[in-house]
């Protein structure tokens, strides 16, 4: 993909899925990843299987940590002389259940974690580099922020706070920066075990394409979205589903 080669993306929660799968098709493109996650232990495997210090870094820390985002940032221009693009892929979902019986702290925690570190992040980049040099910012939404999500509601209304930021961030932006999400459905991974794992026949059929998402499938996608090819392309958010939301409300 044209644009990709040479530049430098950080892509938090990247230690495993989505995240590592977004980072890997970067570096296949040619890109160097500084990659985020809590565990040092599996940011370095992560690293390892991306090729090593010359095609990525990573920084354990928080996403939420204005420290963190801020010592990461550095360390990408210094390490790779840019910071081109931002993935922001960290999620998290520890609530389960009917909205009425939802925790509110555990509410607070999912919209902090999902929207304003989305946010917190995206500021970071652009006053560090962004402002004067440009960009592309991928942020990583669900097709529960489009449509109703039973049990998991919450997280679905962090999902579609983080796509009418990126519209408005977009807006904010342009031309310099594009700022465009990625919605997908179920993609096998660990986070989404519970959604699948013992059952995925079932959970398949459901779908079109009679299969749950892959990582490469999205990694594919926001790849496309960051580089040259998708350059009048912003505030966009992209459903991959494998079509589901073409069967109705699940």
């Known amino acids: 993909m044209r644009g990709l080669t040479g530049k430098t993306a950080i892509v938090t929660g990247a230690s495993r899925g989505i995240g590592l799968g977004v980072a890997q098709r970067l570096v296949d493109e040619g890109a160097r990843v500084v990659i985020t996650a809590r565990k040092p232990e599996a940011l370095a495997e992560a690293v390892e299987t991306l090729g090593g210090s010359e095609h990525a870094?990573?920084?354990?820390?928080?996403?939420?940590?204005?420290?963190?985002?801020?010592?990461?940032?550095?360390?990408?221009?210094?390490?790779?002389?840019?910071l081109d693009f931002?993935?922001?892929?960290?999620?998290?979902?520890?609530?389960?259940?009917m909205l009425m019986d939802l925790d509110l702290d555990a509410a607070r925690k999912i919209m902090d974690v999902n929207v304003v570190a989305a946010l917190a992040w995206t500021q970071e980049a652009f006053h560090a580099r962004m402002k004067e040099h440009g960009g592309a910012v991928?942020?990583?939404?669900?097709?529960?922020?489009?449509?109703?999500?039973?049990?998991?509601?919450?997280y679905g209304a962090s999902k579609a706070a983080l796509i009418n930021l990126t519209e408005t961030l977009a807006q904010e932006l342009a031309p310099a920066i594009r700022v465009n999400a990625v919605a997908p459905a179920v993609v096998?991974?660990?986070?989404?075990?519970?959604?699948?794992?013992?059952?995925?026949?079932?959970?398949?059929?459901?779908?079109?394409?009679?299969?749950?998402?892959?990582?490469?499938?999205?990694?594919?996608?926001v790849a496309f979205l960051l580089s040259d090819e998708a350059s009048w392309l912003t505030g966009q958010t992209v459903v991959a589903d494998g079509g589901i939301s073409l069967q109705g409300v699940h």
Do not use: Q
């Open 57 to 82: 870094l990573g920084i354990a820390g928080n996403a939420a940590d204005p420290v963190h985002r801020r010592e990461t940032v550095a360390a990408a221009i210094e390490t790779f002389g840019s």
């Open 86 to 97: 931002l993935v922001n892929n960290t999620g998290i979902n520890p609530a389960f259940g």
């Open 138 to 154: 991928v942020n990583v939404s669900s097709l529960s922020g489009v449509r109703p999500a039973p049990f998991i509601a919450f």
């Open 188 to 221: 096998k991974t660990k986070f989404a075990e519970a959604l699948y794992v013992g059952r995925e026949e079932e959970a398949s059929a459901v779908y079109p394409m009679k299969r749950l998402g892959e990582t490469d499938d999205i990694g594919s996608l």
